[in-house]
Nanobody, 121 residues
Framework: QVQLVESGGGLVQPGGSLRLSCLASGSFVSINTMGWYRQAPGKERELVATTTRGGSTNYADSVKGRFTISRDNAKNTVYLQMNSLKPEDTGVYYC???????????????WGQGTLVTVSS
């Protein structure tokens, strides 16, 4: 069974940095687009950034210039480097991937369990 496991969350002061990682494990054939989403307390889940297998990226306006998404296809891992963090970046960050796995062999959406990021002094 395919799993996405996030790591790297924690407590950081405003202006600080964190790096999130998401590792895909299990039996699968291919991973297409991967991304990060977040959900703040009392709010809906929102897109943070996505990256295609070829490396094209897309960012929410609120994080442009501060966050960088990248991936290592050989390691089946996607990263989110977060700099100049603000209190409004606080939330649970979820990894998402379009993954092809048996027995259906069609791309389907897989979510990680989430990692908490808290930006506070």
């Amino acid at each position: 069974q395919v799993q996405l496991v996030e790591s790297g969350g924690g407590l950081v002061q405003p202006g600080g940095s964190l790096r999130l990682s998401c590792l895909a494990s299990g039996s699968f054939v291919s991973i297409n687009t991967m991304g990060w989403y977040r959900q703040a307390p009392g709010k809906e889940r929102e897109l943070v950034a996505t990256t295609t297998r070829g490396g094209s990226t897309n960012y929410a306006d609120s994080v442009k210039g501060r966050f960088t998404i990248s991936r290592d296809n050989a390691k089946n891992t996607v990263y989110l480097q977060m700099n100049s963090l603000k209190p409004e970046d606080t939330g649970v960050y979820y990894c998402n991937g379009a993954i092809m796995d048996p027995p259906i062999y069609r791309y389907r959406e897989v979510w990680g369990q989430g990692t908490l990021v808290t930006v506070s002094s």
